[in-house]
């Protein structure tokens, strides 16, 4: 772990900085105490609400599929796992996800899947997004997360009802993204970067992230991270913990990981910190919070983050769709319906039904606000 040794400003200061430089950001990281530490998530809380709709977005998740042509060393859902049993939903099963979505106000729903080039897996994601363009008379915005595509496909998507996009960089550090990725044409860094200049060309709002806690991360890589999406002008952002598959390479490292607790209070500090540099984004309290602690999405929605996505993948399916091992007492696993969405909301705060979420940085950038 990387521990400033140059003259520290006091937490106060800070706080009330209107940037912050790597140096301050490794600071904010490596806060520990209690009161210190609660002092920037509550900080970010209050940006959050400040600068934003104070209320939680809400998208329907549909992961349709757990088909994946890539190989990422740290994920259950990679090419060479032969144990998971692969599937792929059906037309119907999905747009009477999104239906769903549509008739309890949600406002917008999320199409996640592995990745997939193949033309018939292109063509189909956009007869489904015309069919559920269709279906919903523009009341629902349709988010993709569906990996790297050509910029013509992202167009094409684009053009038929996708306007956003989610698309991580996983990590900032080009040494680490090798190290977590095959060394292929198929896992470029370059490439990932290229991919999302090309949806923000096209015009998708566009989100990214990365992941906390990561075998051989440091806190500077962190700090690099924040920063780097700062430098992207992300629209939306999603920073979840690493969390260990039994079924990937990258397992074999689970001695060398930071304690679960630690790797949840990280990740809600670089929540936190992330909102003191982009105040108008929207941030999603990820799923993988919830693993790591029944209240974790809870927690991430008091520092910082305002967004969550709720599952509507059909029970047999979600069991399936593991990215990461998933804990029994994730909420993802359990039916979803609207009493259970209370559950992962602190009290005081209220949903947005019926608004589609969009992020006020892209607003202002598409000079609509
Ligand atoms: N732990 C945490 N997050 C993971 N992802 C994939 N595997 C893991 C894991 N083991 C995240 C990646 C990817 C997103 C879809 O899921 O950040 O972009
Ligand atoms: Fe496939 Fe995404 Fe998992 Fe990589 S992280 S193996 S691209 S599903």
């Known amino acids: 772990m990387f521990i400033s040794n140059t003259a520290n400003s006091s937490i106060a200061e ?6 912050l430089n790597r140096q301050q950001i490794i600071q904010l990281l490596n806060l520990d105490g209690a009161t210190t530490k609660n002092q920037l998530l509550k900080k970010a809380h ?19 599929s757990n088909r994946c042509q890539k190989n990422c060393l740290y994920c259950g859902l ?29 406002g917008s ?4 899947s592995g990745e997939s080039t193949d033309h018939r897996f292109c063509y189909r994601v956009t007869r489904l997004l015309k069919k559920i363009r269709h279906l919903t008379h523009g009341k629902l915005k349709i988010t993709l ?31 680490l993204y090798q190290m977590l990725h095959p060394q292929d044409s198929n896992h470029s860094f370059d490439k990932r970067l290229e991919a999302l200049f090309h949806l923000r060309d096209i015009g998708y709002m566009v989100g990214s992230g990365f992941m906390v806690g990561l075998p ?45 607790d630690d790797r949840l209070f990280l990740t809600l500090k670089s929540i936190a910190i992330l909102r003191l540099l ?41 069991t399936k769709y593991t990215l990461y091992e998933k804990s029994k007492n994730h909420r993802s696993y359990e039916g979803i319906n609207n009493k259970t969405i209370h559950q992962s909301i602190p009290s005081g705060i209220k949903i947005a039904y019926s608004d589609f979420g969009d992020s006020i940085h892209y607003l202002k950038r598409q000079k609509r606000l």
């Open 145 to 175: 997360s569906l990996g790297e595509q050509s910029k013509e496909t992202y167009k094409t998507w684009f053009e038929n009802g996708a306007s956003r996009y989610l698309l991580r960089f996983e990590t900032s550090n080009p040494r």
């Open 216 to 260: 051989t991360q440091s806190i500077g890589d962190i700090a690099d991270d924040l920063l780097f999406l700062a430098q992207l002008d992300v629209d939306m952002a999603g920073i979840g913990p690493f969390i260990c598959h039994s079924q990937t390479p990258l397992y074999n490292l689970k001695g060398t990981l930071l304690p679960e």
């Open 14 to 19: 800070l706080l009330s900085n209107t940037s």
């Open 78 to 106: 990679r090419r060479s796992n032969r144990i998971i049993e692969r599937y792929m939903m059906t037309d119907d099963e999905i747009i009477s996800a999104a239906l769903y979505a549509c008739k309890n106000h949600y």
């Open 278 to 318: 982009m105040k108008e984004i929207n941030i999603a309290a990820t799923t993988a919070l919830e693993t790591l602690s029944v209240e974790g999405r809870k927690m991430g929605l008091l520092a910082g983050s305002n967004v969550i996505m709720l599952n509507l993948t059909p029970d047999r399916y979600k």
């Open 109 to 112: 729903i999320v199409l996640q």
């Open 46 to 64: 209050q940006i959050t609400l400040k600068y934003n709709n104070p209320q939680v977005y809400i998208r329907g998740l549909i992961e349709f």
